[in-house]
């Protein structure tokens, strides 16, 4: 089973979202059919860690470890910081990759640290019963588009630039979620499980 953790925003993030992607140019590109692979926005999502393959008799093991991760997250959050949920949006943007590899994104903006917190004691709790997950440095981003080539270089650059002022409206982050990607199916990802912050 290949398995990631994330944080879903609200309709109303994406809805604004939505909107201002319609006026980047890879939304005037998509409108007149080129494929610059729009993320699905209805699956949008914050990914906290990504496990990857986990043999599907160790689901109980990240469970486990992802209940304790929250846990450990609310616990911190009643002493240190004010109580309920991070509060987020999404905000600015950025590019990863270059040529075929390019994808632009939108940064995540607000307690960001908390979401940092998490995501580190996800990725401490999997490793503590064994299950490795990928350990490139957290990096809270939402994924719009993989224009790979497909637009040039500048237009994808242009748009890294007009999401610079981008300010979407804050939310609530009131869970974490075990996904399940299956590349070839429909829908493509399915929730597995899910934890209280």
């Given at each position: 089973?290949?398995?990631?953790?994330?944080?879903?925003?609200?309709?109303?993030?994406i809805?604004?979202?939505?909107?201002?992607?319609?006026g980047?140019?890879?939304?005037?590109?998509?409108?007149?059919?080129?494929?610059?692979?729009?993320?699905?926005?209805?699956?949008?999502?914050?990914t906290?860690?990504?496990?990857?393959?986990v043999?599907?008799?160790?689901?109980?093991?990240?469970?486990?470890?992802?209940?304790?991760?929250?846990?450990?997250?609310?616990?911190?959050?009643?002493?240190?910081?004010?109580?309920?949920?991070?509060?987020?949006?999404?905000?600015?943007?950025?590019?990863?990759?270059?040529?075929?590899?390019?994808?632009?994104?939108?940064?995540?903006?607000?307690?960001?640290?908390?979401?940092?917190?998490?995501?580190g004691?996800?990725?401490?709790?999997?490793?503590?019963?064994?299950?490795?997950?990928?350990?490139?440095?957290?990096?809270?981003?939402?994924?719009?588009?993989?224009?790979?080539d497909?637009?040039?270089?500048?237009?994808v650059?242009?748009?890294?630039?007009?999401?610079?002022d981008?300010?979407?409206?804050?939310?609530?982050a009131?869970?974490?979620?075990?996904?399940?990607?299956?590349?070839?199916?429909?829908?493509?990802y399915?929730r597995?499980?899910?934890w209280?912050?």
């Amino acid at each position: 089973m290949r398995l990631f953790t994330a944080i879903h925003p609200p309709a109303d993030a994406i809805e604004h979202l939505t909107a201002r992607m319609a006026g980047l140019r890879i939304g005037a590109a998509s409108a007149t059919g080129t494929n610059v692979r729009l993320a699905d926005l209805a699956w949008a999502h914050l990914t906290l860690a990504f496990l990857g393959d986990v043999d599907p008799g160790r689901v109980a093991e990240v469970r486990h470890a992802l209940r304790l991760a929250t846990d450990d997250e609310r616990g911190n959050a009643a002493e240190g910081t004010p109580g309920g949920p991070p509060v987020l949006r999404l905000g600015g943007g950025g590019r990863f990759g270059r040529g075929r590899s390019t994808v632009l994104w939108v940064d995540v903006r607000g307690d960001v640290p908390r979401l940092t917190t998490l995501a580190g004691a996800i990725r401490a709790g999997l490793a503590a019963v064994g299950v490795p997950c990928d350990d490139k440095p957290f990096r809270p981003h939402l994924t719009i588009a993989r224009p790979g080539d497909r637009i040039p270089p500048a237009d994808v650059e242009a748009d890294r630039t007009a999401l610079d002022d981008y300010l979407g409206p804050p939310w609530p982050a009131h869970e974490l979620v075990l996904m399940q990607s299956r590349p070839d199916a429909r829908p493509r990802y399915h929730r597995l499980a899910a934890w209280p912050l």
